[in-house]
């Protein structure tokens, strides 16, 4: 039952994106806990927690997943076997089972990332990415439902869209010109020709009379895009309207027979279950690592349709069952 208190340790802090100070103090706490004092733990400049069994500027492989969650405070409970609690799935659950694997590997060149930001702007994995320490292998802790294996990612561009236009008396449309019309033939003409990527308009604003055409638009867009939509094309879409790229990150997909997905299925099928390749249609910090590894993929226990809910869980049967495919990979990868 050690590996539930560890969890329910985590999750007991709350530690929504931007606010991850105490639940900093705690990871330590249980790092030291698990390992017994065998590893160094240290921060970065962004606030990440590292630790590995000695420090270097090149690791083999990485176990890195995120200490920060999405706001909102369910309260933490042990009942039984299982947690619950805001993070039990994403991703407190994946990060607490790899500092178990990494206290039961032992020693050899892997570190252990528990990086911050990532249900925002990946700040953390970003910083991670520019200042090192960098790994051959990464394996990002992420709920994957226990055995399946995430080879891909999509992409996202938050858009800031400005629509203007002539406008007129609400009563003649037809002569005058609306700004809100223009923006909403845009969304839909991008809807359908962005297609396989997914268009979502989140916030609209123009403030104006009931009986005047608007001049003025502007509109936020979330677009999730795979491999084989480009950036460009998602901007273009807007056009003539101005667009600003708020904030984005590139879709990741890697190869099922590449090192880091192999080593993670042939883990799952010694534990005596069938493991599956999927791609999720969100994005994490494997899309920003994707760029300076040679081979990634991310796993975890958890049912992921669970997280950012209320209704969070982990079960000391999924914490285990992670724990030993994440130690059998890593030995893997390292052998």
Known sequence: MKELQTLFK??????PSGNE??????????????????VEVWEDGAGNVLASPSKKPQYE????SHMDTVPGFPQPKIVGDKVYGRGAVDAKG????MIWALAKIGEGPILLGAMVREETDSYGAKYLKENGPKARYVIIGEPSNNTNVIIGYRGYAWLKVECKAKGGHASSPEVGESAVDKLIELYLKAKENLQPATVSLTTIVSKNAFNVLPKEVVAQFDVRYPKGVELESILKAFEPCDVELVDGLPPAEVKPSSPVPRALARAILKSGKRARYAKKRGTSDMNVLAEVSESIAAYGPGKSELSHTDGEVMSLEEIKHAIEVYERAVRELLS
């Open 94 to 97: 994946p990060l607490n089972a």
């Open 10 to 15: 985590l999750v007991s802090v709350y530690s």
């Open 61 to 64: 492989v990485a176990l890195i």
């Open 21 to 38: 100070e105490e639940v900093r103090e705690t990871l330590k706490e249980v790092i030291e806990e698990v390992t017994g004092g065998t």
